[in-house]
């Protein structure tokens, strides 16, 4: 990282290394996945549940927007990326047995639910 003062290089090596650890403390399946749950910030609703790779959570948390593994697509997909209704990320959680990863977001204002179940 040439040309960066130091200690901006050192929380960046800081902030590198804590993602590490945290992609490497997922337990992820046998396929390489992790179920992966969009949680709405302020009321804990659920936007949208799908499934993400290492890749993909690693995404999610360089550019703060929800990004999920396609099953049937085999590629990385970020909700949002052809509507422009992204899902923003706030903070990322795992459960307690580490395989289920919690994203706790603010969704577009446009992003649209068709039915609620009580």
């Known amino acids: 990282m040439e040309g960066i003062q130091p200690n901006v290089c050192s929380l960046l090596c800081w902030i590198k290394n804590q993602v590490d650890v945290l992609l490497d403390s997922v337990k992820w399946d046998s396929k390489g996945l992790a179920v992966a749950i969009a949680q709405n910030v302020d009321t804990g609703a659920i936007l949208m549940q799908g499934f993400a790779n290492k890749e ?12 999920f593994f396609s099953r ?35 969704a577009s204002k446009y992003l649209h639910f068709n039915f609620r179940v009580y």
């Open 72 to 106: 049937s697509r085999s590629s990385l997909w970020t909700k949002g990326e052809t509507s422009m209704n992204f899902i923003n990320v706030h903070d990322i959680f795992l459960d307690c047995d580490r395989d289920s990863v919690s994203m706790f977001c603010v």
């Open 56 to 67: 993909a959570l690693a995404k999610t948390i360089s550019t703060r927007k929800a990004t």
